[in-house]
């Protein structure tokens, strides 16, 4: 465990200087909240208050106006018509005024001065315009208009000033405000400048943190790593910069020791690999040479050797045929042992031949019908079953990839194992099936002969292995053999089923064709989806079983077929019949 000095973490520094960052940004926002408030309560004012109060002062003063001017008309003519705008003038000072009181709550100086243009307005009307109307209306315009003097004027005058004054107050206030809202303008910019070039050192500190921080170290890191991974795996990989990156930097060096080892012990097992494989190249040229030998005694044993015993055997014959009788006994049956040893050796090395081609002398892959297939090997075993009496049966057959020759070879095996291993007083009965499981086909063929311990199971399928002497059943003890390998040869596998009540069962195992494993998951939905519908009570429900206890769909077996003489070939010819749901053929 590698060990780092104290300090603060990458992560510890930027929280840090993000925490001072967001402070600050923070701080200058709440000032700026607060003075763009300011700001807008200041526009309000001189949006919302003064602008208005300067126009309704004006209003104000074009009432008064209005109303001196109606009342010195109404003094010259006497008509009542001229004094309207006296009225209206009274009536627009209110509604001005009203309309003034509601807006300067917040300035005092202008409700003083407002007050006093009201005073000074109420008793130039209280001294001057109703005294002046009341006269005019009793004692004519003469009179009238001796009340309207300098005095009368001088008054009025004062309530021009005293508006004039009322005006002062009222644009005085507005420009205060809008000099306000002049410096908190400044002062927001000067913030927002501020918060910008809080902005910038602390984007600028980031920078320069970071690229002495990670930058830095990780490029250094990555060099490093670079020559280690250019093969100097003994190179050690030192951190620098904050405590994550020199942890990163042990666990990388941690990495590259373990990658070290594992070379290490990687280059001895290619030395022990390739010493091995000159090992097996030697073996493999010994096992070419050896088949090249195999192949010449093949080739002796097919051309030199069958000459010779053919020889014998015929000379034997012959001394057989013409001297029989004429020697004594023990002489005829030295001659009978001859030709039975000649005989057998020309079985062997003929079964011999036939299981050293199999997957050697090939002709491809196609594909091939069983049910054909079948009728070869009943047409190959009519002599054998016409001898023992035997009855030979088969359902429905698949088609498969294979050679057909070796299929062939391997079915009719197996039906002469059964024929020939039979019990006395029993009609020999074969039947042959297929079902599919999974993927693959498995055949199965089942006799009622003597059967096979299950201790046995296993070396009947060696070769000359024989569990019987060859006077009781005669053979090579290599058909099975045979059978094993053609099987092995097709992808699948042989074995004996010991679970029968009688005879033997010999089930192997093919590869399925695509569209018959395809075939079979539809139907086995399709099925499925029937299983769940109530069943009723369909005749057609019922299931026949075929002879291992399995699902039987196919159609049932046959009748008997006639016997035929020895050639014919009847299985040919049995699908014509519209047999193929379950094939049987008995020979008596």
């Known amino acids: 465990m590698n060990s780092y000095r104290p300090g603060w973490t990458l992560r510890r520094r930027v929280s840090l200087l993000l925490t001072v960052v967001v402070v600050l940004l923070l701080g200058l926002a709440a000032a700026e909240a607060a003075l763009a408030t300011k700001t807008r309560q200041n526009m309000d004012a001189v949006l919302v208050k003064t602008g208005p109060l300067r126009v309704q002062g004006q209003e104000l003063l074009n009432a008064l106006l209005d109303q001196e001017t109606a009342v010195r008309g109404y003094a010259v003519s006497a008509d009542r018509a001229d004094l309207a705008p006296y009225d209206s003038g009274l009536q627009q000072e209110r509604d001005t005024v009203s309309k003034m009181n509601a807006l300067i709550g917040d300035y005092p100086d202008i409700q003083r001065a407002l007050a006093v243009v009201e005073q000074q307005a109420a008793d130039w009307r209280s001294a001057v315009a109703q005294p002046v109307i009341t006269t005019t209306e009793r004692d004519g315009t003469a009179a009238a208009q001796a009340l309207i003097t300098d005095q009368a004027r001088q008054q009025f005058e004062q309530i021009r000033a005293s508006a004039g004054v009322l005006q002062a107050e009222i644009l005085d206030e507005r420009q205060r405000t809008a000099d306000k809202v002049y410096q908190s303008s400044n002062i927001l910019v000067v913030l927002l400048i501020v918060a910008a070039v809080v902005v910038a050192v602390a984007g600028s500190v ?57 070379l290490a012990e990687v280059r001895e097992a290619r030395e022990s690999i390739e010493w091995v494989n000159s090992q097996l190249q030697k073996q493999a040229e010994e096992l070419t040479r050896s088949n090249r030998d195999l192949e010449q005694f093949a080739y002796v044993a097919s051309h030199d050797l069958q000459e010779p015993l053919r020889k014998v055997a015929s000379f034997c014959q012959l001394l057989q045929r013409r001297y029989a009788g004429q020697l004594d006994e023990r002489a005829d049956q030295y001659i009978a042992f001859a030709v039975d040893g000649a005989q057998r050796m020309q079985r062997l090395i003929n079964d011999l031949l036939a299981f050293s081609r199999i997957g050697r002398l090939t002709t491809g892959f196609t594909e091939v019908d069983l049910n054909k297939v079948m009728g070869d090997v009943a047409g190959q075993t009519e002599a054998a079953r016409q001898y023992a009496d035997a009855e030979l049966t088969w359902d429905e057959m698949p088609v498969i990839r294979g050679e ?26 074969v039947h042959v099936s297929a079902r599919l499981v999974d993927d693959e086909w498995e055949i199965t063929c089942q006799d009622n002969g003597i059967g096979i311990e299950p201790e046995f199971a296993d070396k009947i399928f060696v070769i000359f292995q024989r569990l019987h002497a060859k006077d009781a059943y005669p053979g090579t003890g290599i058909g099975l053999a045979i059978v094993k390998k053609i099987v092995e040869y097709h992808g699948g596998r042989v074995w004996v089923d010991t679970d029968t009540d009688e005879g033997t069962a010999i089930r192997f195992t093919l590869p399925a064709l695509p569209e018959d ?24 429900a019922l299931v026949d079983t075929d002879a291992d206890g399995e699902p039987e769909t196919s159609a049932p077996t046959v009748g008997r077929q006639p016997d035929g003489p020895a050639g014919a070939d009847p299985p040919e010819a049995a699908p014509e019949h519209g047999t193929t749901g379950g094939m049987k053929e008995t020979v008596r």
């Open 206 to 262: 980031l920078l320069l943190s970071l690229d002495r921080m990670v930058i830095k170290p990780l490029t250094g890191l990555a060099e490093q790593v670079r020559e280690v991974a250019e093969g100097d795996y003994q190179h050690r990989i030192a951190g620098s910069g904050p405590p994550e990156f020199q942890q990163l930097a042990g666990d990388v060096d941690a990495m590259r020791q373990k990658i070290a080892r594992e």
């Open 404 to 429: 057909e020759p070796l299929l062939t070879n391997l079915l009719a095996n197996l039906v002469s194992n059964s024929i020939k291993f039979r019990r006395p007083d029993v009609t020999p009965k």
């Open 517 to 540: 494993v395809e075939a079979a998951r539809a139907a086995a939905e399709a099925e499925a989806v029937t299983a769940e519908e109530p069943a009723g009570d369909d005749p057609t």
